[in-house]
């Protein structure tokens, strides 16, 4: 599916990462992605993330970008795509452990949207 809006990204991720920084993950799982994504070029699986020299966190779950719809930081969307929802709770702890404060310590899974299936 096609998204053109945070709003619509937000009701239909299967997870969410909130941060208090506005910059929330949208998580979903593998078969249900959105098709408007781009890989983000500096966070890439099975790679460190690495910032200004230093190593923060290894990515073990696909990450990308909707460019033109922006997280409430003003920068595109992060979306994570996972093959389970465990898969994507180690992505957030690798990231939290790597100094990240902004970000609560669950993901949330949209239990709404699982009804819908």
Request: net charge positive; proline share 3%.
């Amino acid at each position: 599916m096609t998204y053109r809006n945070l709003i619509d990204l937000m009701k239909d991720c299967d997870a969410i990462v909130y941060s208090n920084k506005k910059d929330h993950k949208l998580i979903f799982l593998k078969g249900n992605e959105p098709s408007n994504i781009s890989p983000d070029r500096l966070r890439r699986k099975g790679r460190p993330y690495v910032k200004s020299g230093r190593r923060l966190y290894d990515v073990i779950v696909d990450m990308y970008e909707i460019k033109n719809i922006k997280a409430g930081d003003g920068k595109p969307v992060d979306i994570w795509i996972v093959d389970d929802f465990k898969q994507g709770q180690d992505q957030l702890n690798k990231i939290i452990s790597g100094g990240a404060e902004q970000f609560k310590s669950k993901i949330i899974i949209n239990k709404k949207k699982l009804q819908r299936r």
